[in-house]
């Protein structure tokens, strides 16, 4: 597989997204079996009194909140230790990561730093000396979702530790629901088959659509994933021939031409269609909460259940992954003994971290250990008193790995133009995926 060029990559970090993706499962990029030696060397040199690590996160009321709740944790055992954080905003992130990368100068770089999932596999893969690998830090890898810890891990070497849960979910309202007769329990573990058939009878009783969408191939994508069917394989394309995302193509069709799914282009309006009860459902990242619960007049309407599953792909599941972010270190990190073990006390192990940040912040963990807690167990009194906070840390336990490789974007947009041709200009399914097949592997190639 041939790599981006260095000045593609900084052109399309500075223009990234500030939404995450779905992440990747492997590459075929080679990585170093350990940090760069002049980092080594710094870490050994540091002080015991040296506790203070610098951090490079995003948003105050999210992940920086996070970083301050897990800097007050691990103070109560190391009151030296100090957290010295600098918001950036994600795009800043990349860009500054592949400037280091380029000008092989690390010492511009944080001690620890979040990144988006998607982008993972691209950074590694093209700028490996950017990172401390994980893999002997001691962590609990068992205790995290395992399609979430894919996301980071690159040749079965380690590079982030989970954070927030971005299981995905379908969220239902119940009376709509039940005024066409049926059941919040009847919506779950489904195929798309038994799906569509339930749905259409909401989508008659209540006049409109089941499920709404923002468009693009974002569930084209999770449903792949939860057939573990990637459409990268050890870094050759699998688009063309995937059976999995032909049915995936052939099935968002039909709901969109029986009424069943309807697409909005346009975000505010997206978010909308649920609020305003335009929709009966959305499949979403779970992070869709916080918009679904801004309604504050529907409290009590909404319930939690997961996806429908792929028919023709064998052990295909009904749990996707989409979006969230990991912790990395840094080779510049100047204690990396002190880093694994800040990350592994808190980040890693604290379940008194997650309580804290799921009523205070609204992140779900991918902590799995966390959905024992009181706090996880509690009903919810907007879904109708269910559990759903335990209910998507075990839905985020049995998603399957998936592989997007280094090249996430390049899948996410050529999928989107073929869905788009599909369902508004009646394209052919098959020849869509040829295409799309094609322009990713120019892309590889350029």
Request: one cysteine or more.
């Amino acid at each position: 597989m041939k790599k981006k060029n260095a000045a593609a990559l900084l052109a399309a970090a500075m223009a990234a997204s500030m939404l995450a993706g779905c992440g990747g499962a492997a590459s075929s990029s080679t990585t170093p079996d350990s940090k760069p030696a002049e980092s080594a060397a710094a870490s050994s040199a540091a002080t015991e009194a040296d506790e203070t690590l610098t951090v490079w996160a995003w948003d105050p009321n999210f992940n920086i909140y996070a970083l301050k709740q897990a800097e007050a944790i691990y103070q109560k055992d190391h009151p030296n230790f100090k957290l010295n954080i600098e918001e950036n905003v994600y795009s800043d992130i990349e860009t500054k990561l592949i400037t280091a990368a380029t000008s092989e100068d690390y010492s511009t770089l944080p001690d620890i730093f979040l990144m988006q999932d998607y982008s993972y596999h691209k950074m590694v893969a093209n700028f490996p000396g950017i990172y401390t690998e994980l893999d002997n830090g001691g962590f609990n890898w068992d205790d995290f979702s395992g399609g979430k810890l894919a996301d980071s891990t690159v040749d079965g070497h380690h590079y982030g530790i989970p954070f927030d849960n971005g299981a995905s979910i379908m969220a239902i309202r119940s009376d709509m629901v039940e005024k066409a007769g049926l059941t919040v329990a009847d919506f779950k573990d489904l195929t798309w088959t038994e799906f569509m058939e339930k749905a259409q009878k909401v989508v008659d009783a209540n006049g409109v659509p089941m499920l709404t969408s923002s468009g693009g191939s974002e569930l084209i994508i999770e449903m792949l994933q939860s057939a573990g069917a990637s459409p990268v394989v050890d870094g050759t394309v699998n688009i063309a021939d995937n059976a999995a995302l032909k049915e995936s193509m052939t099935v968002y069709k039909e709901m969109v031409d029986k009424g069943i799914l309807a697409e909005y282009t346009d975000w505010d309006q997206y978010i909308a269609s649920m609020n305003d009860g335009k929709a009966a459902g959305v499949i979403q990242g779970c992070w869709i909460m916080s918009s679904i619960q801004a309604a504050a007049d529907q409290s009590g309407k909404w319930a939690i259940v997961n996806m429908p599953k792929l028919e023709t792909v064998e052990g295909a599941t009904n749990y996707a992954n989409c979006g969230g972010a990991s912790w990395a270190v840094s080779s510049n990190c100047k204690n990396v003994d002190l880093a694994y073990d800040f990350l592994k006390s808190t980040f890693g192990a604290s379940v008194e971290l997650y309580d804290d940040l799921l009523p205070n912040a609204g992140a779900i963990a991918s902590y799995l250990p966390a959905s024992k807690s009181d706090i996880y167990n509690q009903p919810s009194e907007f879904y109708g008193g269910q559990t759903v906070y335990k209910d998507i840390v075990e839905f985020a336990g049995q998603v399957p790995a998936f592989d997007c490789g280094a090249y996430y974007s390049d899948v996410r947009s050529a999928l989107t133009d073929a869905i788009t041709n599909v369902v508004q200009n009646n394209a052919d399914v098959e020849a869509e995926m040829k295409t799309a097949q094609d322009t990713v592997e120019f892309n590889i190639a350029g």
